[in-house]
Structure formats: structure tokens, C-alpha cells
């Protein structure tokens, strides 16, 4: 397993979505009396991958996961003391390319960093109300680019594939949805809206593991 050149390995992976306010802020928005807040409280992402390796020290990598991202939101209405607050769910999906370097660390680990591009794919728009108020994510596009960069450690076994521990950090070009938040009057039922673009950037923990493939057995499928 030491030897990558040349294998290609299948894996999956679970990527816990970390809220930190340096890449994903808290958003405030709003107009007159009428104010609101989105923030990026959490989610998980999880799929499969493909690894081939170009060489002993680069490798090229994709494969395609969902990500679901969670929002809390919040609305204020300073003239009647309305207030509101739930959390709305959003789905996506990316299928990433990115190129790894290796850099050996011990007999069995490494640390590796990678850099590349992602599309990403919203299949839908969300809505979540409550009683005289109401959030809506509507998407800026079924599709985009985004850029994904990592750096984490990988442990591999003699027979029982690769253990891989690290971070990404995921940045769309442009912005992921448009946030709407709306206060409806309770007298005449009107609604009345505030709203806010959402970059939709966030931050992993990634937990991989790499299916083992022999570097011989790939040599000899080759060859016949």
C-alpha cells in the first residue's frame, strides 16, 4: 500500500460540518423595524470516492457525496414585539476533483494537502414557517463551481486499507441561495419581506477510509 502509483481504491466518507464563525459569520439583515438573522449552526456530509495515484508522492482524486447544511434564523418585528425563530434544513450535492501531495511521515503514515474544484448541485429550495412568519432558501442556480482545499493524515495497513483523518475547507464562487425571511400581519394577513444572499462556505472534519487494493493485483490486471 506504500506503493500508490498506478492503484486505483475505492472508499466512502463522513464529514461533519464544524460552525465557525471566521468562514461562515453570523448574517444580520434587515429594513426599518423589520430585522433578522441567519447563521450556519451545523450538518453533515457523507458519499463515495475514487482515488488513482499518478505517482508515489500525487494522486488524483474524485466522487460525489451530499451535503446537508443546517440554518438558524431568526425574525424581529420592533414595532408590535413580534418574534420568531426555528431552524431550515439545506440539501446538496458536490462531485469534487482535486490532486493530492503526499509527504511521508513514518513507515505507514503520511500527511498529504490537496487542492482543486467542486460542482456543486442544489436539487431544490427549502421552506420552513411558523405561525405569522415564514423562511425560504431559494437557490441562485441548480449548479455552480466551488473550490475545496485539505490537509489531513492517512494511516495505511498492511491489509485492511487506508485510515484518513483531516479538515476541507469549502468556498463556492458565488452565492449558494437567497435567504428570505417574512413577517405576515396578523390584521390584514400582508406579508412583509427581508432578505440576504448566503455564500453557503463551511468547514469538515473528514473521516475516510480507503478500500485496500494491492499494487501487485492492479500490475497484473494490467498486464492481461
Known amino acids: 500500500m506504500n506503493a ?3 492503484v486505483t481504491t475505492f472508499g466512502m466518507h463522513a464529514k461533519p460540518v464544524i460552525p465557525f464563525d471566521f468562514f461562515d459569520p453570523l448574517v444580520e439583515f434587515g429594513t426599518g423595524a423589520l430585522n433578522g438573522t441567519m447563521e450556519l449552526t451545523g450538518g453533515f456530509g457523507f458519499g463515495m470516492l475514487v482515488r488513482h495515484g499518478i505517482s508515489n ?7 460525489i457525496s451530499q451535503i446537508r447544511r443546517g440554518y438558524a434564523w431568526q425574525l424581529v ?11 431550515i434544513r439545506y440539501i446538496g450535492y458536490e462531485i469534487p476533483v482535486t490532486g493530492l501531495v503526499f509527504v511521508r ?8 494537502a ?3 474544484a467542486s460542482l456543486d448541485m442544489y436539487p431544490s429550495d427549502a421552506v420552513r414557517e411558523v405561525v405569522d412568519a415564514r423562511a425560504f432558501m431559494s437557490r441562485s442556480g441548480w ?3 466551488g473550490l475545496n482545499g485539505n490537509l489531513g493524515f492517512e494511516y495505511r495497513t498492511e491489509r485492511s486499507g487506508i485510515i484518513y483523518l483531516g479538515a476541507t475547507y469549502h468556498r463556492a464562487f458565488g452565492d449558494m441561495a437567497q435567504a428570505t425571511l417574512t413577517w405576515f400581519s396578523p390584521r390584514t394577513g400582508l406579508p412583509s419581506n427581508i432578505s440576504t444572499p448566503l455564500a453557503g462556505s463551511y468547514l469538515t472534519l473528514d473521516l475516510r477510509y480507503l478500500f485496500h487494493e494491492d499494487p501487485n493485483r492492479e500490475r497484473v490486471r494490467k498486464n492481461k
Do not use: K, P
Not at 57 to 63: A, L, Y
Not at 77 to 87: C, E, K, L, M, V
Open 143 to 145: 449548479a455552480q463551481f
Open 105 to 112: 511521515l513514518g513507515e505507514r503514515s503520511y500527511m498529504n
Open 4 to 6: 500508490q502509483r498506478g
Open 57 to 63: 508522492t500525487f494522486s488524483f482524486e474524485t466522487g
Open 114 to 116: 490537496s487542492l482543486g
Open 77 to 87: 418585528n420592533d414595532t408590535n414585539g413580534f418574534a420568531a425563530d426555528d431552524r
